[in-house]
């Protein structure tokens, strides 16, 4: 019997020590991000630093006016690392980036060691519908992300660009049925992730439908994004900023797909005085993939500018102005790493580039080959 005994508690501890392995807390464990750099070379206009307000001083270089991939020659994106850890149903994201993009992206930190913060956040999935995330994440708005591993085309749009990069609060997403998500939120300025500076805050909505071929989100963004500093002699502020934003996608084939972002944004002018300010636009998204390896994708975007608001570099007597900005791209993929070759036409209603003469022109064409490396 003894022998019988024995070989059978050894069993029994062996399953034991297997079970508690399985349950370990690095289980719920996460690690993600990319590397990206790029060349990028202007095909009408200079390629260095040129004297752009004739001061006699050299203080930028010729390049589109959206954000991001706009350094002359051989230039670096960010490193960015993503670590996600859940147990039960919590968890917490700690989203890092590091380099000039990644900079960019998180203008609005006002301290040294949130520089480097793209998201920070905890959330608690207090059911099977209700999703609670507390701390600061990447804007729902727009087609277009900060990464340029979840981008087709590596330079982004206008309307990506000057709408809101990330938020800080607290948000509440929804799963009503199988197709259909709500979500509402309360949050910081947009872009001021550390803390609260204007004492005011933005409300934010998102109504979505999602099923196999595709899906749409129709977002909206309201809030005073500065406060009103006049009563304590500091300065003048604006008004509220409204954002309605529609971003849509579908497969309409095996191997084409076709998106869609049109925006409105609009800013009162408060203690400015004057009318609102503020942009809206449209694009279009259309990628064919050519091979399991290789893809083709085309952006056309019209982006329009009124009151004031100068996101393209000039405007006209009125305050207005327009660009339209064509933009092919191709994704190449050797493993995780992807190449994107990428041809760049923007054309704007006002002469807001310089040719090799430095003679204002108003149409600028680029060339732009990235890799993008994803893990």
Not at 193 to 212: H, I, K, V, W
Not at 248 to 273: C, H, I, R, V
Request: aromatic share 14%; glycine share 12%; proline share 3%.
């Amino acid at each position: 019997m003894k022998k019988l005994l024995l070989p059978l508690m050894i069993c029994l501890s062996i399953s034991a020590i297997a079970q508690e392995e399985e349950t370990s807390w690095s289980d719920g464990f996460t690690l993600s991000g990319s590397v990206d750099a790029y060349f990028r070379q202007n095909l009408n206009a200079p390629n260095k630093l040129i004297d752009t307000d004739a001061d006699g001083e050299v203080d930028s270089y010729v390049a589109p006016g959206s954000s991001f991939a706009n350094q002359p020659g051989f230039a670096l994106g960010m490193a960015n690392l993503i670590i996600g850890y859940e147990k039960g149903n919590v968890g917490v994201v700690a989203d890092l980036v590091y380099g000039p993009r990644g900079t960019d992206a998180v203008f609005g930190s006002t301290t040294a060691s949130s520089s480097i913060v793209n998201q920070l956040y905890v959330y608690w999935n207090v059911s099977e519908k209700v999703k609670l995330t507390f701390g600061n994440w990447n804007t729902y708005l727009g087609y277009e992300v900060i990464s340029p591993a979840a981008n087709f085309n590596y330079s982004t749009s206008y309307m990506f660009s000057y709408g809101p990069f990330s938020h800080s609060g607290l948000k509440a997403d929804f799963a009503l049925d199988d197709n259909w998500s709500a979500m509402l939120a309360v949050m910081n300025s947009t872009d001021y992730t550390d803390y609260n500076p204007f004492g005011g805050y933005t409300a934010g909505a998102q109504l979505g439908y999602s099923a196999d071929a595709g899906s749409a989100y129709l977002n909206f963004l309201y809030g005073d994004q500065d406060g009103d500093y006049t009563d304590m002699g500091i300065g003048e502020g604006v008004g509220a900023t409204f954002q309605v934003d529609l971003t849509a996608g579908l497969d309409l084939s095996d191997s084409f797909y076709l998106g869609l972002n049109t925006t409105y944004n609009t800013t009162e002018a408060g203690d400015l005085g004057g009318d609102s300010f503020g942009f809206y636009g449209v694009a279009l998204y259309a990628q064919i993939a050519a091979s399991e390896t290789f893809s083709v994708g085309l952006r056309p975007e019209y982006f329009s500018q009124f009151g004031g608001f100068d996101a393209i570099g000039g405007n006209d007597a009125n305050g207005d102005g327009n660009v339209f900005a064509l933009t092919l791209s191709g994704n190449a993929k050797v493993g995780p790493l992807t190449f994107i070759p990428e041809f760049r036409l923007d054309s704007a209603s006002e002469d807001v580039f310089l040719d090799g003469d430095l003679t204002p022109q108003g149409s600028l064409g680029s060339f732009l080959l990235a890799a993008v490396y994803s893990f």
